[in-house]
């Protein structure tokens, strides 16, 4: 009881820790993240429960969040300013880096989605 | 001796050798059959298409010795056709085999003429109408032919081609007639030689039978003999004697003609050898009896018959040498070989025969004459045994003592845990040795269904020939189909050199029990009869949700999309620092378009295309998008 107890608490001060000290722009793309992760879980569920078939389908749209999700990642990691001295990238760079990284990820997207 | 020159001289000897071995292999003659051939002839007499079957259906029963009546000069004059000199010449050579029949030589003549002068004619056609001419007693112009001949032999030197040139010197002149018969022996040696048996030329035995027969035309019209090595006449000889039934009256006459040739005491005449006993030679059946005719089955006059020797074929053993055969009929046509000895094994003996002549006749083939016979010896099966074991503990067995032909009297039971073996040997009466056989098998009868289940019995290898046979009841099972019923036990023995066969009932009541259910038996005329039909099924598609899953979850898909605008609009979309002009408003235009694409190709479009629009719609993105950063690089450096 206790442990959880603690976990709860800790939990909590995390929480509080992201509130205060990250930039809005980075909660705006966190918020997206975790708007592609939830699609990406419904989409397994759903497969689980009516079996693979079309299993192109399937595979194309969950690559298709995984995909946004790594490439939203990189965009978090490359905006952030702490970052800066490990990425020589302006902000500006980053976001079309992003933009040109979904056009592809979604042209390959709709070819294989069948 | 070195290796070297040891080498040398066996390659030498060793062709040579093989020669001697290779010539001395017995040339295979048969009697002809007659009776088939004067069948054909006899078939062909009821109704006549063409001349040219009235031709060798005349000619060939004629050669055969019978006279038909002259009623058929009408057919030969009602088929012939007076502008084809193959025609003329068959109504000649047929109107020739009839008593009385006379053609109108003054229709043919201006066809036989034309013929003879037109540069066209081939050989063939020559001799047409050389032959339809003296056929008709129309005069020909000899020494205008034989240049014709000359001329024609330089361009066609086909076989056939010579074969006529030969036919057409037979009806001129001798000396015309001579010079053609000296090319007999060239002609000779183009036939084909195949297995070292057999002479023949390309087109079959209608062909050969033409052409062999051509070169006795044109000898005797010459007066000479056949000048040919006997060894390529009799290889002919085994050509032509080995068809029994030929296809076409062509082929039947020619043979006739060929057979009549090889008959006549004027040529060189081939002597067939043969056996009329049967082969097995026994004390009911102690001689070999052997024929001696020529081609037609006639005889050909006393001769002396010696039995070089008689070898048996597994071990080269010598039973019999250098003994004179006893003329058994009054025509000199039937000699006997006494063969028959207690000493002689069990075995197949080739019996090698050489003739001699009594008369000065011209007698071929008289050397490497070969008669197979065999002799056979009654044998007796000893120490059989029935031995039931059982499987797991070899030693108990019961062994009952079988006697041949007695079978067991009581009922045997066997279980699925035991298993059956019967062993015993054979023993040769004659030479009180024991002797593997070809046959031996033992037999289950199933008695209801009569199925039977079959096992072979094997010898050791040693001399004593011990057989043994072993049915296991729970291995061989499935042989019997697991079907515990009453069987009938029966051992089966054969030989060909035995002179009895055993089918022996061992038991008669045998009851199986085996541990599984019976199957039923395979249906074995299943096999044959149509099978089911396939019905091709396309693949069918794999089963998919109902709808309102999908569209259930397609939606469920959806709403964290409402979440996530609710989320930016409680972090506090920064919807007011969207710059405006120009080129944001053409970014996010072609933007759009971009996705808008994406939908265009999921829908419509294929790679190709979408690649070209995107390449397009690019352009103005990377312009504006660019623009934008800038302009918000710029933005973010200000206020800085």
């Known amino acids: 009881m206790s442990q959880l107890g603690q976990v709860i608490g800790i939990l909590r001060k995390l929480n509080d820790e992201y509130q205060i000290s990250t930039p809005k722009k980075l909660k705006l793309i966190d918020a997206y993240l975790v708007y592609v992760l939830l699609t990406g879980i419904i989409q397994f569920i759903y497969c689980l429960l009516v079996g693979t078939f079309p299993f192109n389908s399937f595979l194309s749209g969950f690559i298709s969040t995984v995909g946004c999700f790594i490439l939203a990642a990189s965009l978090r990691i490359q905006l952030n300013t702490t970052n800066r001295s490990t990425f020589n990238v302006t902000p500006e760079r980053a976001f079309a880096d992003f933009v040109f990284a979904h056009i592809i990820l979604h042209l390959v997207v709709i070819n294989f989605i069948g | ?640």
Request: charged residues 20%; proline residues 4%; aromatic residues 10%.
């Open chain 2, 1 to 640: 001796m070195t290796s070297t020159s040891l080498m040398r001289i066996i390659i030498f000897i060793l062709p040579i050798f093989s020669w001697y071995i290779t010539s001395t292999i017995a040339s295979n003659l048969n009697i002809v059959n007659l009776n088939g051939l004067k069948a054909q002839f006899q078939t062909a007499i009821k109704s006549f298409s063409d001349v040219a079957s009235l031709h060798y259906t005349l000619g060939g029963v004629k050669e055969l010795g019978v006279q038909l009546p002259d009623s058929h000069c009408n057919d030969i004059k009602k088929l012939v056709d007076k502008s084809n000199v193959e025609s003329i010449y068959h109504a000649t050579e047929a109107a020739k085999t009839l008593v009385n029949c006379k053609l109108p030589a003054e229709d043919y003549r201006s066809t036989l003429t034309s013929v003879l002068q037109s540069d066209e004619s081939k050989t063939a056609d020559i001799y047409y109408a050389v032959c339809s001419s003296v056929n008709l007693g129309l005069n020909i112009d000899e020494s205008n032919i034989e240049k014709r001949l000359n001329t024609l032999a330089k361009t066609d030197d086909s076989i056939l081609s010579q074969a006529y040139g030969l036919l057409t010197g037979a009806q001129l002149s001798q000396p015309i007639a001579k010079y053609y018969a000296d090319t007999i022996n060239d002609l000779v040696q183009q036939a084909d030689e195949i297995d070292g048996r057999i002479l023949q030329y390309e087109g079959g035995i209608g062909t050969t039978a033409f052409i062999v027969n051509s070169f006795y035309e044109v000898a005797e019209k010459a007066g000479v003999s056949i000048k040919t090595d006997p060894k390529q006449l009799i290889k002919f000889a085994t050509y032509f004697s080995s068809k029994r039934h030929v296809a076409t009256l062509r082929s039947a006459y020619y043979l006739t003609k060929v057979f009549k040739h090889l008959c006549d005491n004027k040529n060189p005449v081939p002597i067939v050898v043969s056996r009329i006993s049967p082969s097995a030679i026994s004390p009911q059946n102690p001689s070999v009896l052997v024929s001696i005719t020529n081609l037609l089955g006639q005889p050909v006059g006393e001769m002396s018959v010696v039995a070089e020797s008689a070898k048996r074929k597994e071990d080269g053993v010598v039973v019999i040498s250098k003994q004179k055969l006893i003329p058994k009929a009054s025509d000199f046509s039937v000699y006997e070989l006494p063969f028959y000895d207690t000493k002689i094994p069990r075995g197949f003996y080739t019996i090698h025969l050489t003739l001699t002549a009594r008369n000065e006749g011209k007698l071929i083939g008289l050397t490497d004459n070969i008669i197979d016979v065999k002799v056979t010896s009654q044998g007796t099966i000893e120490n059989a045994e029935l031995i039931v074991a059982d499987r797991d503990h070899g030693a108990q067995s019961k062994t009952y003592k079988l006697t041949y032909p007695n079978a067991q009297s009581d009922k045997l039971e066997l279980d699925y845990h035991q298993k059956l073996t019967v062993k015993f040997q054979i023993k040769d009466k004659q030479s009180d040795e024991f002797m593997p056989v070809q046959q031996a098998f033992l037999r289950f009868t199933n008695k209801q269904s009569k199925k039977e289940i079959i096992y072979l019995a094997e010898a050791t290898d040693n001399g004593n020939s011990q057989y043994k046979v072993e049915v296991d009841l729970t291995t061989n099972a499935n042989d019997f189909r697991y079907q515990s019923d009453k069987y009938e036990l029966v051992l089966i023995l054969g030989d060909s050199l035995l002179q009895n066969a055993y089918e022996w009932i061992l038991n008669n009541n045998v009851h199986l029990t085996f541990h599984e259910d019976s199957l039923p038996d395979k249906d074995y005329k299943n096999l044959y009869l149509p099978r089911q039909e396939i019905i091709h099924q396309f693949r069918e598609d794999e089963k998919r949700p109902p709808n309102i899953v999908a569209f259930v979850f397609s939606t469920l898909a959806l709403l964290p999309l409402l979440l996530l605008l609710i989320l930016w609009l409680k972090l506090g979309f920064n919807l007011s620092g969207l710059p405006l002009g120009l080129s944001p408003l053409g970014f996010h235009i072609s933007h759009g378009a971009a996705f808008a694409l994406m939908f265009f190709y999921w829908k419509y479009l294929d790679m190709f295309q979408t690649i070209r629009y995107l390449a397009l719609i690019s352009i103005p993105l990377f312009l504006f998008g660019h623009r934008v950063l800038s302009t918000l690089a710029a933005r973010r450096e200000k206020k800085a």
